[in-house]
C-alpha cells in the first residue's frame, strides 16, 4: 500500500516561473515530512522539511506548505532554475522513524 | 569529509546467488538504514540499524538481512536473489535513531541487477 503518492511523474515550467510539486499521504500518524531531490547517478539530498505543527515553512526558493486536513503537502520553488531539473521525492515519517517515499516527480526547467 | 559511501557502485549477479552491499557512515553518525528503489519508484525502508541494533524493518523477505559494525558501517545481505530484486539500494546515515531536521543523508547507492 503506498502511503505517500506523488500523483504528477513528471512537470515542466519555464524558467523564471514558480514549480509547484504536490504530495499525498494516507497515514494520518505521519507528522514530520521531507523533500528530497535526485539528480540521476545520485544519491536523494534534502531540501526542505516540516513537521506537522506547522502549515508552511520557507528556505530562499523553497517553500513547503502542509494541509493536514487534507493530508496534502506542496514544495513550491519560484523563481524555477534550470538547476532544479531532477526528481522530487516526497516523504514522510512518525517522528523521524522509518520514511515513507513517494515516486518522485521529474521536474524540467526550460530556459 | 566524507558523505555516505557505498560499494560496490555497480554489480550484476544471476538469480539464486547471495549479494553483500556495504556502507559506511558520516563521521559520527551512529544510525544507517537502508532503502530499496526500484526503477520508477521512490525509495522503501528495508532496515534501520542504531547502535548495532536493529531498530526496525520494513516489509521485506527474510532473505534480506543486515547487521551494524562496531565502527557504525553496515552491511545489507540478499540471499537467493530473485529478478525482482534488482533495484539500487540506498544507504543513509544520521546522528540519531530518529533523524529530524533534513538529518538524513543518503550514499550515491549500490545498482543491482539480476540475470
Known amino acids: 500500500d503506498q502511503q505517500v503518492k506523488q500523483n504528477s511523474p513528471s512537470l515542466s515550467v519555464q524558467e523564471g516561473r514558480i514549480s509547484i510539486l504536490n504530495c499525498d499521504y494516507t497515514n494520518s500518524m505521519f507528522d514530520y515530512f521531507l523533500w528530497y531531490k535526485k539528480y540521476p547517478a545520485e544519491g536523494p539530498t534534502f531540501l526542505i522539511s516540516i513537521s506537522s505543527i506547522k502549515d508552511k515553512n520557507e528556505d530562499g526558493r523553497f517553500t513547503v506548505f502542509l494541509n493536514k486536513s487534507a493530508k496534502h503537502l506542496s514544495l513550491h520553488i519560484v523563481p524555477s532554475q534550470p538547476g532544479d531539473s531532477a526528481v522530487y521525492f516526497c516523504?514522510?515519517?512518525?517522528?523521524?522513524?522509518?520514511?515513507?517515499f513517494g515516486t518522485g516527480t521529474s521536474l524540467t526547467v526550460i530556459p | 569529509d566524507a558523505g555516505v559511501t557505498q560499494s560496490p557502485t555497480h554489480l550484476i549477479k544471476t538469480r539464486g546467488q547471495q549479494v553483500t552491499l556495504r556502507c559506511s557512515p558520516i563521521s559520527g553518525h551512529k544510525s544507517v538504514s537502508w532503502y530499496q528503489q526500484v526503477l520508477g519508484q521512490g525509495p522503501q525502508f528495508i532496515f534501520q540499524y542504531y547502535e548495532k541494533e536493529e531498530r526496525g524493518r520494513g516489509n521485506f523477505p527474510d532473505r534480506f538481512s543486515a547487521r551494524q559494525f562496531p565502527n557504525y558501517s553496515s552491511e545489507l545481505n540478499v540471499n537467493a536473489l530473485l529478478l525482482g530484486d534488482s533495484a539500487l539500494y540506498l544507504c543513509?546515515?544520521?546522528?540519531?535513531?530518529?533523524?529530524?531536521?533534513?538529518?538524513?543523508?543518503f550514499g550515491e547507492g549500490s545498482r543491482l541487477t539480476v540475470l
Open positions: 516523504a514522510a515519517s512518525v517522528t523521524g522513524n522509518q520514511f515513507y
Open positions: 543513509a546515515s544520521s546522528l540519531t535513531r530518529l533523524a529530524m531536521a533534513g538529518e538524513l543523508f
